[in-house]
Nanobody, 123 residues
């Protein structure tokens, strides 16, 4: 069974930076594309960023492009989301997800999900 555990979420001031981690276990990490999504109460899950199985391709939501960076470290079975110039509207529960298919911003394409980590950006 694939298990995903996010960490790194905390309270941060607007303009600050934060690095989220997602630990993968249960299968071969390098076979999976990975994505980050976020959700605020009362709103649908929103795509943030994704990276292909080999790390060769990435895609970002317009709202975070240029500020966030997704990466993976296969030796640690971990995917990261580096966030810079954080804004109050970035406040959400951030979840990572794993998928065997092509790089995709669609939540429905991902088969495995973590429980999420809370990021709160104060103004």
């Amino acid at each position: 069974q694939v298990q995903l555990v996010e960490s790194g979420g905390t309270l941060v001031q607007a303009g600050g930076s934060l690095r989220l981690s997602c630990a993968f276990s249960g299968r071969t990490f390098s076979h999976y594309g990975m994505g980050w999504f976020r959700q605020t109460p009362g709103k649908d899950r929103e795509f943030v960023a994704a990276i292909s199985w080999n790390g060769g391709n990435t895609v970002y939501a317009d709202s975070v492009r240029g500020r966030f960076s997704i990466s993976r470290e296969d030796s640690r079975d971990t995917v990261y989301l580096e966030m810079k110039d954080l804004k109050p509207e970035d406040t959400a529960v951030y979840s990572c997800a794993a998928d065997l298919g092509p790089l995709s911003p669609l939540a429905v394409r991902y088969d495995y999900w973590g429980q999420g980590t809370q990021v709160t950006v104060s103004s």
